[in-house]
């Protein structure tokens, strides 16, 4: 188990500090700076709360249209690039319909750690 308080419940406890105590003291170039790292901590705390589930998702995912098994998923990403550039995924091609999905699912993803907020009103 954990120590308490836990590193997401550390970040929302400063970005409230920031939020309600900070920022209204703040303009210009010092406001911009807090709303971009207030930003930050919200993505931090974001990850934080969905753990390693996406990365092994998408290292799996990666696994499956490649063919093989994945143990970099950035060199894997590569690959993929390399392969889509050469036509793999052209809209003739049986692979298509896998690689857009999957192209889907981890732009989801990372939308859900980086702004959510896009996300609503959306079909899961």
């Known amino acids: 188990m954990r120590e308490q308080p836990t590193g997401e419940s550390l970040l929302q406890c400063a970005r409230d500090v920031l939020k ?3 920022l209204p003291m703040l303009q ?8 971009m790292v207030m930003n930050a901590m919200s993505i ?20 499956q249209l ?5 143990f970099d998923v950035a060199q894997a ?6 392969r889509i550039r050469a036509g793999v ?4 091609s ?6 857009l999905n999957h192209l889907r699912e981890v732009g989801k ?9 896009v996300l609503k009103g959306q079909s899961a």
Do not use: Y
Request: charged fraction near 30%; proline fraction near 7%; include cysteine.
């Open 66 to 70: 490649l063919g093989e098994p994945v």
């Open 20 to 22: 309600n105590n900070v």
């Open 44 to 63: 931090a705390q974001r990850e934080l709360q969905q753990g390693t589930a996406p990365d092994e998702r998408e290292q799996q995912a990666l696994a």
């Open 109 to 117: 993803s990372r939308l859900l750690a980086s702004n959510p907020k």
């Open 77 to 82: 990403n590569r690959e993929l690039a390399a």
């Open 89 to 92: 995924a052209d809209p003739e």
């Open 94 to 99: 049986t692979e298509c319909a896998a690689v």
């Open 28 to 35: 210009g170039d010092a406001k911009r700076d807090v709303l």
